[in-house]
């Protein structure tokens, strides 16, 4: 422990958001990172507890609480203290393949089960995180370490998103030859379409996937196997398959007036963004290039991260207004007896997106305990209006469990002229299960025996979203660790990567 009392001498101090207002302007992201020697103060608020829960990584009642990655955070804390950045960095590197991305989407599980926050304020471990390995680029220690012996294995991954990239980081360091298969134009994934550009600009993804490709990984983008290319010839072609194709599927909803234009899911929405950003030099949004919000009535279905970012760029591109539905009650605004410490604090959070809307218009955009019951069209087809519903919590008198059901009479019409759903995912596309043969659960995840990646198909494995069904990238690069290490102990007899 680098400074037994700095917890009670320093103040957590974070990095600096830019006001709303401003940030709105335009795509980047707004976070100011702190000086180096402001971040070692951050770093010497770091108690090294006994029982360090920010390392944890397990579930409490349901929830995760501390890093999935089992992140060796107390340890990289002290090295950062010290100003020894670089051994920080490799001692950070030895659990999670990319804290670039993690440093930035992550929601920070580990800040949530610190002891320091048990009384007070966690430590920045997220800001901490950032440091180190921006750090780390910057001085050069991230570079590319080429493999210098090869086991003569040939790995396909299919899917590019966070478990696909894990699983080909680590089976490339292990000396087998790595593919990953992507049916967009470009890697990433959920990274590059589903994650806005404000929260992970996607030049820290081609930063990394270049030192990747430099390592020996190599990146078949525009392939869609199972439509593009046969499952067959890739199982032919290569000793063992991974299947990391996410949770593909949105989840709809089926009300009537749902095929009227205007109505789009949230994925779609983010990634045309996305797409018009960077089809350009200047990064900037050209008119008729994406799905536009700019002087629309926006209505967001869905109130957790992927609504927010609906939300957030809706603002971006100039929203006449913007209303954003939650099916359940808002949550309290701190921790109840029934939701102790160390436990995911289940309270209301105010994200990015909303903080810019409530800064714009004057309100929180989010009304909770409603939904939509009907679409209205205008005579060119276009949804012009919604009648919304209130919701209740009611007991069900078969199962026992507790439903939101509508309320009776508490219909109300609010104009709206672009419908964002952002209600969730389903599990893994049915042609790509079919095509590799591979067998899917009730919510068509790919199934396997608990705690195991292996699938029904012969020498064909999985992990991610479209393993454990819709979920966060810290969770995602968990698995893409996990089944690496399957692989490599399916292809060698024996593992060595070690990854905890």
Known sequence: MGK??????????????????????????????????EQKIQGARCMSCGVPFCQFGQMIMGMASGCPLHNLIPEWNDLLYHGNWEEA????????NFPEFTSRVCPALCEAACTCGLNGDAVATKSNEYGIIEHAYKMGYADARPVKVRTG?????????????????????????VTVFEREDKVGGLLRYGIPNMKLEKQIIDRKIKIMEEEGVIFQTSCNIGKDKRASSILKEFDRVILCCGASNPRDIKVPGRKADGIYFAVDFLKSTTKALWANPEHELKEDTYISAKGRKVMVIGGGDTGNDCVG?????????????????????????????????????????????AAVFGQDPRVYQTTVKEFVKDKNGRVCKAILVRLESKQDAKTGRRMMVEIPGSEYEVETDLVLIAAGFLGSESYITKAFGVEVNARTNVSTNPGEYKTSAEHVFTAGDMHRGQSLVVWAIREGREVAEAVDKSLMGYTNLNIQ
């Open 4 to 37: 037994a009392t700095g917890f009670m001498e320093y103040d957590r101090q974070d990095k600096k958001a830019e006001a709303p207002k401003e940030r709105i302007r335009n795509f980047k992201e707004f976070y100011k990172p702190l000086s180096e020697e």
């Open 153 to 177: 294995k040939k790995v396909a991954i299919v899917g590019s998103g966070p478990s696909g990239l894990a699983a080909a980081d680590l089976l490339n360091r292990r000396g087998h030859h």
């Open 313 to 357: 760029t809706s603002m971006r591109h100039g929203a006449a207004s913007v209303l954003q539905l939650e099916m359940m009650p808002k949550a309290p605004d701190q921790r109840t007896e029934m939701n102790p410490w160390p436990e995911w604090p289940r309270v209301c959070k105010t994200d990015y997106g909303q903080q810019e809307a």
């Open 89 to 96: 960095y490799y001692r950070l590197k030895k659990t999670n």
